[in-house]
């Protein structure tokens, strides 16, 4: 099977694996995304005459709980890269399994969560139509959970496939995981943003 090079070996003009090179890329481009969000935030914000409580409006405690558990996920994310990482440890397929299953249940209790604050908000009459605030909130909340999805769907092949190219390519494998573990932290630092500018500003 032919295989594209630079996939598992660094590049010498970068530095980098052409994966990796990639995955930076594409992420510089989300930058500019969530960066034009964060502007149209604070531009509508200054310019606006008046400006709900934030924190009387959304849930703090809910947004603390969805925190936590974005956090713990990067760290589960990063202990199902290290048990296939190649170094003097012992490499573990079945341990690896067990940290992407639980970065995939902590995904979706992140969406869980956001899904009752979303209910509860509706519940309420507040939607994205009410005021600038709102329409700020459900768009950038909204574009990261999006974001959150297309991660746990990526995590999820990796985690049905990964025993038949473990067998195959191992080496190949554990930089794919890698990889998607670098997008996987940029979701969560992107939301260790939007926490204080959404619900404590």
Do not use: C
Not at 50 to 67: F, I
Not at 139 to 166: E, F, I, K, P
């Amino acid at each position: 099977m032919h295989v594209l090079p630079y996939t598992t070996e660094v590049r010498a003009d970068t530095g980098l694996t052409s994966p990796k090179l990639g995955i930076w890329l594409f992420l510089a481009s989300e930058v500019m995304l969530f960066g034009s969000l964060f502007s149209s935030y604070a531009l509508l914000r200054t310019g606006a005459a008046s400006w709900p409580d934030q924190s009387a409006v959304l849930s703090v405690p809910l947004a603390t709980l969805n925190t936590i558990i974005l956090i713990s996920s990067s760290v589960t994310m990063v202990l199902a890269w290290t048990a296939l990482a190649p170094g003097p440890q012992a490499q573990n397929p079945a341990r690896f399994k067990l940290y992407m299953g639980l970065t995939l249940l902590l995904g979706a209790a992140f969406l869980a969560v956001k899904a009752i604050e979303y209910g509860d908000k509706f519940a309420h009459g507040l939607f994205p139509a009410t005021n600038t605030f709102l329409a700020l909130y459900f768009t950038m909340t909204g574009v990261h959970a999006v974001h959150v999805l297309v991660g746990m769907a990526v995590n999820a092949y990796l985690l049905v496939s990964g025993a038949r190219m473990w067998r195959t390519e191992p080496e190949r494998f554990a930089n794919r995981v890698e990889i998607a573990g670098i997008y996987w932290h940029f979701v969560d630092v992107v939301w260790v943003f939007l926490f204080p500018v959404l619900y404590l500003l």
